[in-house]
């Protein structure tokens, strides 16, 4: 057999154009092949937390797994599974679940961290 080596390690950064206006640190969702977006609503299609602001056209590295401190949407009492809400926040309401509050979120803005 072949030595093999994965395109890309669970956990680690992944980089993908950006197919519209992207704030760092929030949910992204892909919209396209190779292309990522602020995530929506309850998106079943999040794949990270992107690392830095970017426009339409850019790269933009996306980080996968871990912890991420992310941006809530309203409050989520910590050991929440949370979703994605509008704009790439984090809510605790929704089918599709992307981790767990390791802290808690009183107000919509607050931070939270979630291990993804």
Do not use: H, W
């Not at 992204?28 to 690392?51: C, L, M, N, R, Y």
């Not at 910590?78 to 009183?106: E, H, M, P, R, S």
Request: cysteine-free; hydrophobic content about 50%.
């Amino acid at each position: 057999m072949a030595d093999y080596l994965p395109k890309y390690v669970p956990g680690q950064a992944i980089t993908l154009t950006a197919a519209a206006k992207i704030t760092g640190g929030t949910l992204v969702e892909v919209s396209a092949a190779g292309t990522v977006a602020p995530a929506g609503a309850d998106s079943a299609k999040v794949v990270g937390v992107a690392g830095f602001d970017a426009e339409a056209g850019d790269t933009v590295t996306v980080y996968r797994g871990g912890v991420q401190r992310l941006t809530a949407a309203g409050a989520i009492p910590a050991g929440t599974q949370v979703a994605a809400a509008a704009g790439g926040k984090a809510i605790a309401t929704g089918t599709n679940k992307i981790g767990v509050a390791l802290t808690g979120a009183a107000n919509a803005n607050d931070v939270v961290d979630v291990a993804l």
